[in-house]
């Protein structure tokens, strides 16, 4: 049986210009982020892995990201039920965006087909995208004849303009790399610290994913609560968002 993925379900999903309620998309890429020991309550020590996978609609690709302690999809990934040109229905799941990246929370998802190449030509989310370093162009001189110990020293000052305009935007770009590791290692704690919490599935676990997409400030008052006022703090914070 034939399956299509939902058209533009990644730009609607981030955008949020329409509803989309259980879209079909493909994973193009499995990417482990990072191994931890976690140590149960009976004092057994086990390995967990954090994943992102990159979700394609066709036309448009974005991080998946799928916390820590996600224990199905976790299982799905180290199985190879769930590869690299998958089909799945996501069932449960978010947007967040903030200034530097946007990305989707996957809490759930079925398997459509485990194997798949790659359809269509996904191309980043734009909101994604890190900006290239574009080589300066050298102006000309508006002079059809110049002295030649003019013209050099017009070139060299040239050279001069075009070196430092090229470190601004080599600045720039290592800038914007920076600002994004810091969103994704500031978002990660944040879903860290929401699973330890056990709430689960429901109201309390939704808005909280609500306030970790409406601004870095949210999260960074996050990340201080206390968790015995964790519940207080987003029952507050929430009615903020209404």
């Not at 180290?78 to 200034?99: P, R």
């Not at 990305?103 to 909101?127: E, T």
């Not at 004849?145 to 070196?163: F, I, K, L, Q, W």
């Not at 944040?190 to 429901?202: A, I, N």
């Amino acid at each position: 049986m034939a399956v299509n993925l939902t058209p533009g379900a990644i730009s609607k999903l981030l955008t949020n210009e329409h509803t989309v309620r259980e879209p079909v998309v493909q994973v193009i890429d499995i990417k482990c982020l990072d191994t931890r020991t976690v140590v149960k309550s009976n004092g057994v020590a086990k390995k967990k892995a954090r994943y992102s996978i990159v979700l394609s609609d066709g036309s448009v690709c974005i991080d998946g990201f799928i916390t820590l302690f996600d224990k199905k999809i976790s299982e799905m990934i180290s199985s190879n039920k769930l590869q690299k040109g998958s089909l799945v229905q996501l069932t449960k799941f978010s947007s967040i965006t903030d200034n530097f990246s946007s990305y989707i929370s996957v809490r759930d998802l079925n398997v459509i087909r485990c194997n798949c190449i790659i359809l269509g030509d996904p191309k980043p989310f734009p909101g994604n995208k890190i900006p290239l370093v574009n080589e300066p162009i050298t102006p000309k001189s508006e002079e059809d004849h110049v002295d030649p110990d003019v013209n050099n020293g017009r070139h060299h000052a040239a050279e001069r303009t075009a070196s430092k305009q090229k470190c601004s935007s080599c600045s720039q770009t290592q800038s914007r790399k920076r600002q994004r590791q810091s969103s994704d290692d500031e978002i990660g704690a944040c879903f860290e610290k929401l699973e330890k919490l056990g709430w689960g599935e429901g109201p309390m676990y939704d808005t909280t994913v609500l306030l970790f997409g409406e601004s870095s400030d949210y999260r960074k008052v996050w990340l201080h609560v206390k968790p015995k006022s964790c519940v207080n703090w987003v029952k507050n914070a929430g009615r903020m968002l209404h």
